[in-house]
């Protein structure tokens, strides 16, 4: 699997981003997906995840209802809308694909990463 992440940059207070992966190996159409996000000194945390079939979603509290993830299975891309951002949103961010067709918030149940890209909120 290889997974390429693209969208990041750097963004006011409030603004939006849509974060985009690609799976060009095409190996994730199975699987869970979900982003991940690592702020400097911080451990890395769940943000959003999505089953393969991208009928269920699941978010962490801190971005619930400004942040929206989607997946197009044809294009083997998983999205992540952005919106009101924050500067506690500033960080890499990176997708990861699941073991299992469902998205989980432990960092255990993923099996590869994409190497992320960088989000940066002004206040």
């Known amino acids: 699997v290889q997974l390429q992440a693209s969208g990041g940059g750097l963004v006011q207070a409030g603004g939006s981003l849509r974060l985009s992966c690609t799976d060009s190996r095409r190996t994730s159409s199975n699987n869970g997906m979900a982003w991940f996000r690592q702020a400097p000194g911080n451990e890395r945390e769940f943000v959003a995840g999505?089953?393969?079939?991208?009928?269920?979603?699941i978010y962490a509290d801190s971005v619930k209802g400004r942040f929206t993830i989607s997946r197009d299975s044809a294009k083997n891309t998983v999205y992540l809308q952005m919106n009101v951002l924050e500067p506690e949103d500033t960080a890499v961010y990176s997708c990861?694909?699941?073991?299992?067709?469902?998205?989980?918030?432990?960092?255990?149940?993923?099996?590869?990463w994409g190497q992320g890209t960088q989000v940066t909120v002004s206040s």
């Open positions: 990861a694909v699941a073991r299992s067709a469902v998205a989980s918030r432990d960092v255990r149940d993923y099996r590869y």
């Open positions: 999505i089953s393969w079939r991208g009928g269920t979603t």
